[in-house]
């Protein structure tokens, strides 16, 4: 099955670093992709392919990825970094999308 | 600058259609895939379906495959057909582009609210 599971909630102190994890038996053969929702706001992607920030992308954030597990690390968290985190991914066909449930960054 | 815009939300019935519509601009239409998303309110993403724009062909999540068809128009407009509605598809609907990683939604519209209630 093509399944993407993530925490409910991590919480840390401005910053700490703030680790978000998704895991998925399909990761090791597609791309991990991370997005964050601010509330009332569309999502923005912040990582994609794994490792790669899109242009506007804080360097405080990285993407990484060991077999099944995908990790949105984000070094010295900041009040702003409190949002929702969504992964996603497409089967290696592009004919099925997946979130993970997401993730509730608090920062306090 | 790409642009999606989505329309056509709506209060509507149970067990009545509804299309919503998804317009790009910014870059030739047909180049890359588009998905569609939705949140329902207080809940996180769902994805819903994807045209493959070089196949022609869309593809559907099993919660809405039956129910929903995605088509598009020879111009710049994209389409999500909804069909016997119901309660759990009260949601923000958003369309999403496909990136050239193959596997990234890189630009979203702002979504259009569907609200299915008697």
């Known amino acids: 099955s093509f399944d993407l599971t993530q925490a409910p909630s991590v919480s840390v102190s401005p910053g700490q670093t703030a680790r978000i994890t998704c895991s998925g038996n399909a990761l090791p053969h597609t791309f991990g992709n991370w997005y964050q929702q601010k509330s009332g706001q569309a999502p923005v992607l912040i990582i994609y392919e794994d490792i790669k920030r899109p242009a506007g992308t804080p360097e405080r954030f990285s993407g990484s990825r060991s077999g099944t597990v995908a990790t949105l690390t984000i070094s010295g968290a900041q009040a702003e970094d409190a949002a929702d985190y969504y992964c996603?991914?497409?089967?290696?066909?592009?004919?099925?999308?997946?979130f993970g449930g997401g993730t509730k960054l608090t920062v306090l | 600058q790409l642009y999606l815009v989505e329309s056509g939300g709506d209060v509507v019935q149970p067990g009545e259609s509804l299309r919503l519509s998804c317009t790009v601009s910014g870059l030739p239409f047909g180049t890359f895939d588009i998905h569609w998303v939705r949140q329902a309110p207080g809940r996180g993403l769902e994805w819903l379906a994807v045209?493959?724009?070089?196949?022609?062909?869309s593809y559907y999540a099993d919660s809405v495959s039956g129910r929903f068809i995605v088509s598009r128009d020879n111009s710049n407009t994209l389409y999500l057909l909804m069909n016997s509605l119901n309660s759990d598809d009260t949601a923000l609907y958003y369309c999403a582009k496909l990136g050239t990683g193959r596997t990234e939604l890189d630009s979203w519209g702002q979504g259009t609210l569907v609200t299915v209630s008697s």
């Open positions: 996603f991914s497409t089967d290696p066909n592009g004919q099925r999308g997946m």
């Open positions: 045209m493959s724009m070089a196949e022609t062909i």
